[in-house]
């Protein structure tokens, strides 16, 4: 049983919310929106500069490449599940449905945050869109940016694979979090801050008390005891 360790948990709100009001009291968020400005134009810039990049920008923000975002986080984890016992596969199969309903709840409360607006390419004028480069099904733009959910997700996930997995696991979420969530910043659907400020922000303050607690633990034995044994995988 995880016991609580209530300094730890502490220290990560206290980072996570002054990480959140250094960018949320300055008058337009301060040094932060000059991070996000020069990364943006950077990238918009870079689009007519090389079509491979442009390419590689459309491809990794379509719909499909999310697919392959949760195939990556999904073959992390069945690498590490195929090792385990029938008992142990269980147990992890079941702390999968608890790091699932943790990221339902966790980023509803991202969205109580009294803040939002829209993705750099709905902000600013006389930039790139990918879109309008391109004939190519892409997400280049969004009216509600943050936190950013996708950035959300990926950091939850990375926290279970700490947890219940270990350091090198989560070196390799860490990667995959990393690949996964520059494409949506190079095509300017989300600002650097979306995520590195809001979903991380989030996480720091609601996650510690998921995974630092008993809370998780006791979830899984909880639906342990309720959902059907037949959950139990095969050798």
Same mark, same amino acid.
């Given at each position: 049983?995880?016991?609580?360790?209530?300094?730890?948990?502490?220290?990560?709100?206290?980072?996570?919310?002054?990480?959140?009001?250094?960018?949320?009291?300055?008058?337009?968020?301060?040094?932060?929106?000059?991070?996000?400005?020069?990364?943006?134009?950077?990238?918009? &810039?870079?689009?007519?500069? %090389? *079509?491979?990049?442009?390419? #590689?920008?459309?491809?990794?923000?379509? =719909? +499909?490449? $999310?697919?392959?975002?949760?195939?990556?986080?999904?073959?992390?984890?069945?690498?590490?599940?195929?090792?385990?016992?029938?008992?142990?596969?269980?147990?992890?199969?079941?702390?999968?449905?608890?790091?699932?309903?943790?990221?339902?709840?966790?980023?509803?409360?991202? &969205?109580?945050?009294?803040? %939002? *607006?829209?993705?750099?390419? #709905?902000?600013?004028?006389?930039?790139? =869109? +990918?879109? $309008?480069?391109?004939?190519?099904?892409?997400?280049?733009?969004?009216?509600?940016?943050?936190?950013?959910?996708?950035?959300?997700?990926?950091?939850?996930?990375?926290?279970?694979?700490?947890?219940?997995?270990?350091?090198?696991?989560?070196?390799?979420?860490?990667?995959?979090?990393?690949?996964?969530?520059?494409?949506?910043?190079?095509?300017?659907?989300?600002?650097?801050?979306?995520?590195?400020?809001?979903?991380?922000?989030?996480?720091?303050?609601?996650?510690?008390?998921?995974?630092?607690?008993?809370?998780?633990?006791?979830?899984?034995?909880?639906?342990?005891?309720?959902?059907?044994?037949?959950?139990?995988?095969?050798?």
């Amino acid at each position: 049983m995880n016991t609580v360790r209530l300094p730890l948990i502490l220290v990560l709100n206290a980072l996570g919310l002054a990480l959140f009001f250094s960018w949320y009291l300055p008058p337009e968020h301060g040094y932060w929106f000059v991070i996000d400005s020069t990364l943006f134009h950077f990238f918009n &810039h870079a689009l007519i500069k %090389s *079509h491979a990049f442009l390419l #590689l920008v459309a491809v990794t923000n379509n =719909r +499909v490449f $999310d697919g392959i975002s949760l195939l990556a986080m999904g073959s992390l984890f069945f690498c590490y599940w195929r090792k385990e016992s029938v008992t142990g596969r269980r147990h992890r199969v079941i702390m999968g449905i608890v790091m699932l309903f943790c990221a339902v709840i966790i980023n509803q409360l991202g &969205h109580l945050i009294p803040e %939002s *607006h829209v993705s750099p390419t #709905l902000y600013f004028t006389d930039i790139y =869109r +990918v879109s $309008d480069l391109l004939h190519f099904p892409t997400k280049d733009a969004s009216k509600d940016s943050f936190p950013g959910d996708h950035g959300l997700m990926l950091l939850i996930f990375t926290g279970f694979m700490w947890r219940y997995f270990g350091k090198k696991a989560f070196g390799l979420a860490v990667i995959i979090f990393l690949i996964f969530i520059m494409p949506r910043m190079m095509i300017g659907a989300h600002w650097f801050t979306d995520i590195f400020v809001g979903s991380l922000s989030v996480v720091l303050v609601c996650l510690p008390w998921v995974l630092l607690t008993s809370i998780s633990d006791r979830l899984i034995i909880l639906l342990d005891c309720y959902l059907p044994k037949r959950l139990k995988t095969n050798h």
